[in-house]
């Protein structure tokens, strides 16, 4: 009797990309949400927004105001996404199809690789700063440019190998990274309390006290959370609602953004100030720190932002497997690490950072609060009842389904968060550019709420007679001439 071939072992790399992650597979709990929410953000590319208000001016306990709030404000809108994917079970950018369509969710693909791009770019620039710095001091090796290239190249290494192997890696080693990096940012609070000073703040960046702390809000603050928009599907798809409730999912959820932004960027407030941080924030830190806290430094620098890192081109890799369905997701992770690596060269050599991350989140911020707008408007609308397998017809390319709209595009929701982006843009103030519309708002930046709610309105608007799901044409065949796609679950 012929025996049956043993069955293959599973592999460790994740096997999934965007696709419907099957319900025996989906074994997370809302603890492991909070853990990869907390252990990723405990690095130094979070941590560097705390200082930004202490660089616009501002005083401890102002800087320390316009933090919270902004965090506070970014969690509302941003923790209810989560829920999203967690009735889909697929990424966010894929689920947005239900409500842009599934040709227009690759503006969420879009917006959110560019966001995990410009933040994977700062924490592997902040990070290897510290790394080289922290190395300089203890052993005296050198700190020129070829310490900072190799330095920068084997952290993006490590961090693109967490991402490819996925989820299930990354989750343990967030958990890991929860409590040792919760330990070294308790240790620095030791080492930088004798020279913390609340009293005083520099020249603010604005002009004036209001404005600059508005700026904050949106910069050090909201920035934070937005971040996410795109990136908390990724790890509640994995999360069954037939064992989870929702209300436990958006729990651990805020409290694990609450917790992971909030910690880091409190300690960037408490250590600008006590090492006297300018436009260099590491330099500071580093030549501020006791000979004893140097080793955390490094191990935070190298660990900490490996883990940060790593979760944010997991995220790439997903959004561009997204926009590009013949590529695998291993491919589109390496790919989007090269070019993370690249503007992390362009973010040293070349540009100014404090102007560098302010324009950039403040830009992007603009653009990614009307596409979270009109999603969670989307989702209160249907109650969270998707068909999951029209989400998936541009991956296995077909056409047709509940979602198709017009060609695959929904275009009221579109058009507004064109329009949304549009006026989020021409409101915003950086260090860079200046919107048109800031003599209209008294110089401040008000892009963030302008942008939402244009979007919102609009949104509402043009879709007034189309509510829930829209459409009823079932999927259709492409030719059977048409090239043989694998299936999306059997690529990593």
Not at 132 to 137: C, F, K, Q, T, Y
Not at 445 to 471: I, N, P, T
């Amino acid at each position: 009797m012929p025996h049956s071939p043993a069955p293959a072992a599973p592999s460790m790399i994740e096997q999934h990309g965007v696709d419907t992650i099957p319900e025996a597979e989906r074994t997370s709990t809302p603890r492991d949400v909070l853990s990869i929410l907390v252990g990723s953000n405990l690095a130094f590319g979070v941590v560097v927004f705390g200082w930004l208000p202490v660089s616009f001016g501002l005083s401890f306990w102002a800087s320390v105001t316009s933090v919270v709030l902004g965090t506070v404000l970014g969690i509302a809108l941003t923790a209810p996404l989560a829920l999203v994917s967690l009735r889909t079970a697929t990424n966010l950018s894929t689920s947005s199809g239900a409500h842009f369509g599934v040709r227009g969710r690759l503006i969420g693909s879009v917006v959110g690789l560019l966001l995990s791009l410009g933040y994977t770019a700062l924490s592997l620039w902040v990070g290897g700063d510290v790394v080289v710095g922290a190395l300089n001091r203890l052993l005296g090796l050198p700190s020129g440019g070829p310490a900072y290239v190799a330095t920068y190249t084997v952290l993006a290494a490590l961090s693109a190998t967490a991402a490819v192997f996925g989820y299930r890696l990354m989750l343990k080693l967030e958990r890991w990274l929860m409590w040792a990096m919760s330990a070294l940012l308790l240790a620095g609070l030791v080492a930088f309390a004798p020279h913390f000073d609340p009293s005083g703040h520099g020249s603010y960046l604005l002009g004036g006290f209001w404005p600059t702390w508005l700026l904050s809000v949106v910069a050090a603050g909201l920035s934070g959370p937005i971040a996410f928009i795109t990136l908390l599907g990724d790890y509640t798809r994995y999360v069954s609602p037939a064992r989870h409730s929702g209300r436990k999912v958006l729990g651990a959820t805020a409290l694990g953004l609450l917790i992971g932004l909030l910690v880091p960027q409190l300690f960037g407030t408490f250590t600008a100030i006590a090492t006297g941080a300018g436009e260099d924030y590491v330099g500071g830190l580093v030549s501020g720190a006791p000979v004893w806290f140097l080793v955390p430094l490094l191990l935070n620098g190298l660990l900490g932002s490996a883990g940060n890192t790593g979760l944010m081109l997991y995220s790439m890799g997903l959004d561009l497997d997204a926009i590009l369905p013949r590529a695998t997701r291993r491919q589109a992770t390496y790919v989007v690490g090269a070019v993370a690596v690249t503007l992390v060269f362009l973010g040293h050599f070349v540009w100014n950072a404090q102007s560098a991350v302010t324009s950039f989140v403040l830009v992007l911020t603009a653009i990614g609060a009307p596409w979270a707008v009109i999603t969670l408007i989307g989702y209160r609308r249907c109650r969270g009842d998707y068909d999951r397998a029209s989400l998936q017809v541009l991956n296995r390319r077909t056409r047709g389904g509940v979602y198709w709209y017009r060609s695959g595009w929904n275009v009221p929701a579109t058009a507004a968060w064109a329009a949304g982006s549009a006026v989020g843009l021409c409101a915003v103030d950086t260090p860079v550019y200046r919107g048109v519309l800031l003599p209209l708002t008294g110089g401040i930046d008000l892009s963030f709420v302008l942008s939402g709610a244009v979007a919102a309105v609009l949104y509402v608007l043009l879709s007034r007679s189309s509510r829930g799901r829209a459409g009823t044409v079932r999927p259709v065949p492409l030719p059977a001439d048409a090239p043989v796609i694998e299936p999306v679950g059997d690529r990593a």
